[in-house]
């Protein structure tokens, strides 16, 4: 089992920066991806970003390019960060971190490990 504990989530203005933190324990694996979900009130969980572990392969959704940043922190293993820049207030949602064997994808189907979630609300 991976658990996955996500942080940084708040209340903001439309145009603020917020930072996501995601940390994972429990089992090793040699080859693996971490991402970030998010799920507005009533619709459906939709992909925002994904890493692999190296850092070196990135994924993000369309709407995402150019705002959101995923990154990892290689002095921490299996930690993964999502900067958030020039929020608006459909980006308001509760953002949660997913963990799976293998390479990145935007398949939800594909992540086998859920944190929580985390809720980021934005004002406008």
């Known amino acids: 089992q991976v658990q996955l504990v996500e942080s940084g989530g708040g209340l903001v203005q439309a145009g603020d920066s917020l930072r996501l933190s995601c940390a994972a324990s429990?089992?090793?694996?040699?080859?693996?991806?971490m991402g970030w979900f998010r799920q507005a009130p009533g619709k459906e969980r939709e992909f925002v970003a994904a890493i692999n572990w190296s850092g070196q392969t990135t994924y993000y959704a369309n709407s995402m390019k150019g705002r959101f940043t995923i990154s990892r922190d290689n002095t921490k293993t299996r930690s993964v960060y999502l900067q958030m820049n020039s929020l608006k207030a459909e980006d308001t949602a509760v953002y949660y971190c997913?963990?799976?064997?293998?390479?990145?994808?935007?398949?939800?189907?594909?992540?086998?490990?859920w944190g929580q979630g985390t809720q980021v609300t934005v004002s406008s």
């Open positions: 997913a963990f799976r064997n293998g390479g990145p994808t935007q398949s939800m189907g594909s992540w086998t490990y």
């Open positions: 429990g089992r090793t694996f040699s080859n693996y991806a």
